[in-house]
């Protein structure tokens, strides 16, 4: 079956809905579709907890745009875009209010003014919230306007590929996961948004299964280079057993963390910021403490305790209600009563599709959110910037996208594409084939995070490259097992796995490549940051055979210059 739009949108987050509603406004005429793996209010935008950062100076009256862009670009270890950081921290203020037009409930002062709460690595607390479930309310409001304003959804359809003639985009090609039969949307515009990747650390992760990284092989694929792939943020609280998130928001609440002597140990990282330190940070502070033995020890592996008695049971059940409930179904802990065991869990992928202000290579391709790097976190992204990033980007491409649709025509898509991509699935079901998904997505993550993780030094990263090549590999082998049409899971997994592995490769070969450390990429065979040699962008591409090639890009500086970043 074929579909015609005049703009579609890959993925139904934060970031692509945002598009789609600001495409229908800015022009009501040009007909919009949002694709989505799931049914939009369960994607991973759902489960932000802590906010969305703005400097509306309603808690520190000082706080300016200027001082947003400062924490921002250091925050990033100068390795973010200034001209995108510039516009992200200017728009902040009028997409926050927006949002609180279109209905979004953030949590109020006694004033009547949008609450702000303090957040990591910053100067100012600036984070604005809806207790947390931040991302929850922000998500249900964009869906409620988008289905006001008739965009058209196509919930459970699952993108195989991204087609461009020449560099002209011309739609995608996807699989109707109720029926598995192959659908075309042709379009001259389309918008990625399809989230982030760092599910590819299977085995400790806050991400949601899907946050497979889909869009971005796509692109891979279709020739759009990938950049910054080497930065993966681990958040420093993870539920011990499972890598479930506890927010930055329980620390700017005010929460302590103790090692296994009660004492608060980040006096000796972060004298000054203390438990508020940048992620990158804290997450190593706190890996340090365990590997030196400071750690507390459980079945469930070695962890740090986030204490936030002190707070109050009021405090607890106001602010971080999500936070309590999460500990206590996965933890058996109440935070009121007892300190929550926590540990770093991989939680964003800084890097991704490559695209200036939204914009990618190829004309009438867009990519937005966390499936983009436009780049505005650098080496390591600041708690809030995310779900900022996701509404002013996604904005912005849904208001350019709207104005260039009815200067494009998409020629179609040529039915040899589609054929070759119903081979390949065809593929999986040959009975010659044996590997099966649950080992090689297991290895996967045991491959990442012993030798992809937070502490990185080049023996262990070569055994990293080596075995998720070796996997890739074995993937040519896999089976799919379920032959059936209707909800094909197993196939699907089959699509994500694919997916993951390509990306994983990129993660891995980027990391081995930058012999330095910055943000969170960490070194400990060049524990300094080398401006000389690495103040770039690392660009991946892929050759027909699958090989991940290495390439470079600049920089783009603007009013702050390099500086040794102490907190
Ligand atoms: C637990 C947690 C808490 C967080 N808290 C905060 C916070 O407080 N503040 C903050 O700023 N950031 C936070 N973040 C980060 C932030 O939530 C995400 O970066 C952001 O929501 C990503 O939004 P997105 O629109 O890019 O993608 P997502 O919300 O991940 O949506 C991706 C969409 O793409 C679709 N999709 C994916 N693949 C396919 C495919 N193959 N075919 C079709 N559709 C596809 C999915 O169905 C989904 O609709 C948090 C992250 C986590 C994991």
């Known amino acids: 079956m074929e579909h015609k739009f005049d703009i579609v949108i890959v993925g139904a987050g934060g970031g692509g809905l945002f598009a789609a509603l600001e495409a229908v406004r800015t022009n009501p005429r040009v007909s919009v579709a949002v694709i989505s793996k799931v049914y939009p209010t369960r994607s991973h935008t759902s489960a932000a907890q802590g906010g969305v950062n703005a400097a509306l100076g309603n808690k520190d009256r000082d706080d300016t745009v200027d001082l947003h862009v400062f924490d921002t670009v250091k925050g990033s270890d100068y390795l973010a875009d200034q001209d995108a950081v510039d516009y992200l921290c200017s728009q902040a203020p009028s997409v926050v209010r927006e949002l609180e037009n279109l209905g979004a409930p953030f949590s109020r002062f006694a004033d009547g003014t949008i609450a702000q709460r303090p957040f990591g690595g910053t100067v100012k607390d600036r984070c604005c919230y809806c207790a947390d479930k931040t991302g929850h309310t922000l998500l249900h409001t964009l869906f409620e306007q988008c289905l006001r304003r008739g965009v058209t959804f196509f919930n459970e359809y699952f993108l195989l590929s991204l087609e461009h003639a020449d560099g002209d985009c011309q739609g995608v090609i996807t699989l109707n996961m109720a029926t598995s039969a192959i659908e075309t949307f042709v379009a001259p515009v389309v918008i990625l948004a399809t989230g982030g990747h760092a599910k590819m650390y299977w085995n400790r992760s806050s991400n949601a299964a899907g946050n497979t990284g889909d869009g971005q092989a796509a692109a891979l694929r279709a020739g759009i280079p990938l950049k910054d792939m080497e930065f993966i943020q681990f958040h420093p609280t993870g539920l011990r057993k499972s890598g479930l998130l506890v927010t930055e928001g329980a620390r700017g609440e005010g929460g302590y963390l103790l090692n296994r002597h009660g004492e608060r140990f980040m006096v000796r990282y972060a004298p000054q910021k203390m438990e508020l330190g940048p992620r990158d940070l804290v997450a190593r502070s706190m890996e340090t403490e365990i590997i030196e033995g400071n750690g507390f020890e459980s079945d469930a592996g070695s962890y740090i305790e986030l204490d936030l008695r002190h707070l109050g049971a009021e405090a607890i059940k106001k602010k971080l209600p999500q936070i309590r409930e999460l500990s206590m179904h996965f933890e058996g802990v109440d935070p009121i009563a007892e300190p929550i065991p926590v540990r770093p869990t991989a939680h964003y992928s800084m890097g991704g599709i490559d695209a200036h202000m939204a914009k990618t290579a190829v004309r009438g391709v867009f990519a937005v959110g966390e499936c983009a790097c436009v780049s505005v976190h650098g080496a390591n992204r600041l708690g809030g910037n995310s779900l900022l990033d996701i509404l002013v980007f996604g904005k912005r491409a849904g208001q350019e996208a709207a104005e260039e649709a009815p200067r494009r025509r998409a020629l179609g898509i040529p039915p040899g594409a589609v054929a070759g991509m119903a081979d390949e699935i065809r593929s999986y079901a040959n009975p010659e084939r044996y590997e099966r998904y649950g ?129």
């Not at 090689?440 to 055994?463: C, F, P, Q, S």
Request: proline share 2%.
């Open 439 to 567: 080992i090689i997505r297991e290895e996967m993550g045991k491959a990442m995070g012993d030798n992809v993780g937070i502490y990185r030094v080049e023996e262990r990263l070569r055994t990293g490259v080596e075995e998720i090549l070796a996997l890739r590999e074995r993937f040519r082998r896999i089976r799919l097992f379920d032959t059936g049409t209707v909800y094909n899971t197993n196939l699907i997994q089959i699509l994500e796995l694919k997916n993951m592995l390509d990306l994983a490769s990129c993660v891995a070969i980027t990391a081995l490549a930058r012999q330095e450390s910055r943000g969170s990429h960490y070194r400990e065979d060049f524990p300094r940051r080398d401006d000389g040699a690495w103040h770039i962008h690392s660009l991946c591409t892929m050759e027909r055979d699958g090989e991940v090639r290495l390439g470079h890009k600049p920089v783009t500086m603007g009013k702050y210059s390099l500086e040794t970043r102490s907190y």
